[in-house]
């Protein structure tokens, strides 16, 4: 009688990754197709990845992209690295309702953040004589990764021995010699992780793009969906083919740390109850 439902749940669990990934199987496999048709397999060809590194708006949105994350995922995680030691430094009454408020950006819907921003910029833009365009994408990008940041370096300041910093300034560092010498080596894996999380985010973004960028600029998904507005062209597939591999890996990456800092901590754990 046990068995009946674990082989359901499991059949059930397969028809979800098959109604998931199947359509971005399919997407890849006619990425190589040698015919424009999205039905029929002619053959196998790599000469829409040919052209789509030849194509010039590709290129541009690509290198826009790139930038923008880089930029972003750094800033954001420099602020919310300070952020999250200002959190952990908090009294609980001030820190709960701020972590509250700090949450809402990732549970919020993506349009709601896009249409906020662009309205700030946009009465921002009135008074201060400016356009939305790189400088706009940046900033947006920039706000809704610092909570990512902030909520990947928090545990790790939690798990932290507070010892450690009393410990390196009665042995003679100042405070600014026991932040960057103890508190930032003990919480790097959170801090790691929030940047590649926070790339991972930028880069794959489009709703708050597409209201922050303007018309000047666009990113790789604001390319796409333009391309998809005129003609779906196979270079369509490539793209996405492309693009949904490297988050794929980036997200491999930090599981596959994620996994060995718990290994990691349970050693400890274990050589200290020893």
């Known amino acids: 009688m046990r068995r009946r439902p674990r082989v359901a749940s499991r059949i059930f669990l397969a028809l979800i990754y098959l109604f998931l990934y199947a359509p971005i199987f399919i997407m890849i496999v006619f990425s190589f197709n040698a015919s424009k048709s999205r039905s029929v397999w002619s053959g196998f060809t790599l000469d829409w990845y040919t052209e789509l590194f030849s194509d010039s708006m590709i290129i541009s949105s690509l290198t826009t992209t790139i930038g923008v994350s880089v930029l972003a995922a750094i800033v954001a995680t420099i602020a919310g690295t300070f952020a999250a030691i ?48 790189f400088g706009t994408l940046l900033i947006a990008h920039i706000t809704f990764n610092i909570p990512y940041v902030i909520l990947s370096v928090l545990p790790k300041l939690r798990q932290m021995d507070r010892n450690l910093v009393d410990a390196a300034m009665d042995l003679g560092c100042t405070w600014f010699q026991a932040f960057y010498k103890v508190i930032i080596p003990e919480i790097m894996p959170g801090i790691i992780n929030g940047m590649m999380i926070a790339f991972t985010m930028s880069i794959d973004d489009f709703v708050i793009s597409y209201f922050t960028a303007g018309s000047k600029v666009q990113t790789l998904s604001m390319a796409i969906y333009a391309m998809t507005r005129k003609r779906v062209s196979p270079k369509i597939n490539a793209v996405s083919t492309l693009l949904f591999l490297f988050i794929l890996l980036l997200l491999i990456i930090i599981n596959v740390r994620q996994i060995r800092q718990e290994e990691r901590e349970k050693k400890l754990r274990t050589l200290k109850s020893k």
């Open 86 to 133: 200002g959190f952990f430094n908090m009294r609980k009454r001030w820190r709960s309702p701020l972590l509250a408020i700090n949450n809402i950006p990732v549970m919020n819907a993506d349009i709601v953040t896009g249409v906020s921003l662009c309205l700030l910029f946009v009465s921002l833009g009135s008074v201060l004589k400016y356009q939305l365009g």
